[in-house]
């Protein structure tokens, strides 16, 4: 069973913190990932894409890969009220093959 | 540039009638198109993808089918709904399926309640 794994929180940070969010994967065969944020009753939308190890920035995000130990993160900088939302993890070989974690609520307390 | 429209956005139904559900996608030709069903605090399961009129693939086997009649045209449909279907709908498109960088794109959804 191909399994992405997120803690489902709620992660409650102050405003102005780093959030750390965590992801891990089941699928040694996995080549993409992707963070998606989902505020509630939206629909995701991608944030940050990462295809090979080590970190990759993108303004305040920064996603890291570590493929040896099958997991994934995201780092959100001076994080502030409007990232509080849940945020996706996606793992696969292709998009017709990735696989979703259930996702992890972020609270940004002010 | 690309925009895609689903709806309706929220519909409540009836155990045992049908559904309709249908997207749309301008500003591109030839998208692959999805749908994902999400169940509250769970994580996005693929229902269908479809890579050209008339190919639809499907991953769960269930009550529902998908109908691709037009090239940017997604249609989700049931012919008798079961409580167990209600959940959030999302239609979403990409370029190439077998590409591994391929971002999605999705709708705004549709929150469907079987009562």
């Known amino acids: 069973q191909k399994e992405v794994e997120q803690n489902s929180g709620p992660l409650s940070v102050p405003e102005g913190a780093i959030a750390s969010l965590n992801c891990t994967y089941s699928?040694?065969?996995?080549?993409?990932f992707f963070w998606y944020r989902q505020y509630s009753g939206k629909s995701p939308e991608l944030i940050m894409s990462?295809?090979s190890n080590g970190d990759k920035e993108d303004g305040r995000f920064t996603a890291q890969l570590n493929k040896a130990s099958q997991y994934v993160s995201l780092l959100i900088r001076d994080s502030q009220p409007s990232d509080s939302a849940t945020y996706l993890c996606?793992?696969?070989?292709?998009?017709?093959?990735?696989?979703w974690g259930a996702g992890t609520k972020l609270i940004i307390k002010p | 540039s690309q925009t895609i429209h689903q709806w309706p956005a929220t519909l409540v139904q009836p155990v045992g009638s049908p559904l309709s559900l249908e997207c749309t996608v301008e500003?591109?030709?030839?998208?692959?198109l999805y749908w994902y069903r999400q169940a509250a605090g769970r994580g996005l399961q693929l229902l269908f993808y479809?890579?050209?009129?008339?190919?639809i693939s499907s991953e769960v086997p269930q009550n529902l089918s998908a109908s691709r009649p037009q090239d940017r045209q997604f249609i989700l449909s049931s012919k008798k709904l079961l409580l167990s279907d209600s959940g959030f709908y999302l239609c979403?498109?990409?370029?190439?399926?077998?590409?591994?960088?391929?971002?999605?794109?999705f709708g705004s959804g549709t929150q469907l309640s079987v009562l």
């Open positions: 979403a498109w990409s370029g190439d399926p077998d590409a591994t960088n391929e971002k999605l794109f």
């Open positions: 500003g591109t030709s030839n998208p692959n």
């Open positions: 479809s890579v050209g009129i008339g190919q």
């Open positions: 699928d040694r065969g996995s080549q993409s």
């Open positions: 990462i295809y």
């Open positions: 996606a793992v696969g070989r292709s998009n017709y093959q990735l696989i």
